[in-house]
């Protein structure tokens, strides 16, 4: 057995011992959204308009138990759903998730990345969260994925940042030490894991790091061996990351958390050192940002496949013809209070509200705007929101 086969097998090991999300089984379509799961907000937000088609294949790679592939079945109803997991203990639960829930335009395959080319056609939009860092080749892998994303499609990646996961990876170590040759045997990892932090005294950094960041969830035997007996994982800064991206050929169009990368968040005091930093490549401001702020856990982003045109809404006749609809990714509509799609408050003005209200896919801008009273500007800050898709 090669390296790469041995690690493979220990993390289908760990996920056949701890299925992984362990996620809830409901007899009902999961309450709420994630935004980068949904076709039609994430192209909008990637390319700045609504896609021309909704009837896409869409791979989950990485399934796990299936906790994404049920809301990338269920909030894309025109969509062909494949998931893919080596654990085949999660693959049960995933397949047990979506019967349970009616999500049935889904097959699953028990295939490693690696093997993805053993799935027959190309995906419009590819998801991988949290599987790239646990695998022996993340290069391979993303390499992988890549030659099966379609003309115009989209990746939205998941993998760990180690500034913001030191902590965890001192406790990693620490565990594997104590454990010495049961390292391999979960359970008693876990068990070794938990007594270390009853034992370790309030004041301890890595006991006072746990509670504020990962105890509520930790409280699951699943979650607490995925973060802290993983027998394989890769953590990135901002350097390593672009690395990785260059290397799957694609294009990377952004982060999809952009406000915690704008630098202003962090220096507003100081606008000369924000004039300065445009002097800076956008890995490097990123770089920038990830040392100001150094509690990055996690990196999540979007890449391409050209052509995947972004759409331009600065000239105001182009925008007056657009035909606007609401992002299907917002809670509490109809009201001037509701949730954006990061689950965000938003307050509309009576004529934001007027607006949105009008926006039934049929009408353009321009023709909503003989009723409401709304500038182009305020249309233009509904979009930036993600409030609003636009169709040319």
Same mark, same amino acid.
């Given at each position: 057995?090669?390296?790469?086969?041995?690690?493979?097998?220990?993390?289908?090991?760990?996920?056949?011992?701890?299925?992984?999300?362990?996620?809830?089984?409901?007899?009902?379509?999961?309450?709420?959204?994630?935004?980068?799961?949904?076709?039609?907000?994430?192209?909008?937000?990637?390319?700045?308009?609504?896609?021309?088609?909704?009837?896409?294949?869409?791979?989950?790679?990485?399934?796990?138990?299936?906790?994404?592939?049920?809301?990338?079945?269920?909030?894309?109803?025109?969509?062909?759903?494949?998931?893919?997991?080596?654990?085949?203990?999660?693959?049960?639960?995933?397949?047990?998730?979506?019967?349970?829930?009616?999500?049935?335009?889904?097959?699953?395959?028990?295939?490693?990345?690696?093997?993805?080319?053993?799935?027959?056609?190309?995906?419009?939009?590819?998801?991988?969260?949290?599987?790239?860092?646990?695998?022996?080749?993340?290069?391979?892998?993303?390499?992988?994925?890549?030659?099966?994303?379609?003309? $115009? +499609? &989209?990746?939205? %990646?998941?993998?760990?940042?180690?500034?913001?996961?030191?902590?965890?990876? /001192?406790?990693? @170590? =620490?565990?594997?030490?104590?454990?010495?040759?049961?390292?391999?045997?979960?359970?008693?990892?876990?068990?070794?894991?938990?007594?270390?932090?009853?034992?370790?005294?309030?004041?301890?950094?890595?006991?006072?790091?746990?509670?504020?960041?990962?105890?509520?969830?930790?409280?699951?035997?699943?979650?607490?061996?995925?973060?802290?007996?993983?027998?394989?994982?890769?953590?990135?800064?901002?350097?390593?990351?672009?690395?990785?991206?260059?290397? $799957? +050929? &694609?294009?990377? %169009?952004?982060?999809?958390?952009?406000?915690?990368?704008?630098?202003?968040? /962090?220096?507003? @005091? =100081?606008?000369?050192?924000?004039?300065?930093?445009?002097?800076?490549?956008?890995?490097?401001?990123?770089?920038?940002?990830?040392?100001?702020?150094?509690?990055?856990?996690?990196?999540?982003?979007?890449?391409?496949?050209?052509?995947?045109?972004?759409?331009?809404?600065?000239?105001?006749?182009?925008?007056?013809?657009?035909?606007?609809?609401?992002?299907?990714?917002?809670?509490?509509?109809?009201?001037?209070?509701?949730?954006?799609?990061?689950?965000?408050?938003?307050?509309?003005?009576?004529?934001?509200?007027?607006?949105?209200?009008?926006?039934?896919?049929?009408?353009?801008? =321009?023709?909503?705007?003989?009723?409401?009273?709304?500038?182009?500007?305020?249309?233009?800050?509904?979009?930036?929101?993600?409030?609003?898709?636009?169709?040319?």
């Amino acid at each position: 057995m090669s390296d790469s086969q041995a690690v493979s097998a220990a993390v289908a090991k760990l996920y056949n011992t701890y299925p992984f999300p362990p996620d809830p089984l409901l007899n009902e379509p999961p309450p709420g959204y994630n935004w980068r799961w949904n076709w039609l907000a994430a192209y909008s937000f990637c390319t700045g308009q609504k896609p021309q088609k909704q009837d896409i294949r869409i791979l989950d790679a990485g399934c796990g138990t299936g906790v994404g592939t049920e809301y990338l079945v269920h909030l894309n109803p025109q969509a062909a759903v494949v998931g893919i997991d080596l654990s085949a203990g999660a693959l049960a639960v995933a397949k047990e998730r979506c019967q349970r829930s009616r999500a049935d335009r889904v097959e699953f395959h028990h295939l490693s990345l690696f093997d993805v080319e053993q799935i027959q056609g190309e995906f419009d939009l590819i998801n991988c969260v949290g599987v790239l860092h646990h695998t022996p080749d993340p290069i391979r892998g993303i390499q992988a994925l890549a030659k099966k994303l379609a003309p $115009s +499609g &989209l990746m939205h %990646i998941f993998v760990y940042g180690e500034l913001g996961r030191w902590e965890i990876q /001192l406790m990693q @170590k =620490a565990i594997a030490l104590l454990q010495g040759d049961k390292k391999g045997d979960y359970r008693d990892g876990v068990q070794v894991g938990r007594q270390v932090f009853a034992s370790l005294p309030e004041s301890n950094r890595l006991v006072k790091y746990e509670k504020q960041r990962w105890s509520l969830e930790n409280q699951r035997d699943e979650c607490f061996a995925d973060m802290y007996v993983h027998p394989q994982e890769i953590d990135y800064n901002v350097e390593t990351l672009f690395e990785l991206i260059d290397a $799957s +050929g &694609l294009e990377f %169009i952004g982060f999809s958390n952009p406000s915690f990368w704008d630098l202003e968040r /962090l220096l507003s @005091k =100081a606008p000369e050192l924000v004039e300065r930093a445009k002097n800076l490549s956008d890995c490097q401001r990123y770089r920038l940002i990830e040392l100001l702020d150094p509690e990055v856990t996690h990196y999540e982003f979007f890449l391409g496949r050209p052509p995947l045109m972004q759409t331009d809404w600065s000239n105001d006749q182009v925008l007056l013809k657009a035909i606007p609809e609401r992002n299907p990714c917002m809670d509490g509509w109809p009201s001037q209070c509701i949730f954006n799609h990061d689950y965000q408050i938003v307050k509309l003005s009576t004529e934001e509200f007027e607006f949105l209200q009008a926006c039934d896919g049929k009408l353009t801008v =321009a023709e909503i705007l003989t009723d409401v009273e709304l500038g182009l500007e305020q249309v233009r800050s509904l979009c930036k929101q993600q409030l609003l898709m636009l169709t040319k």
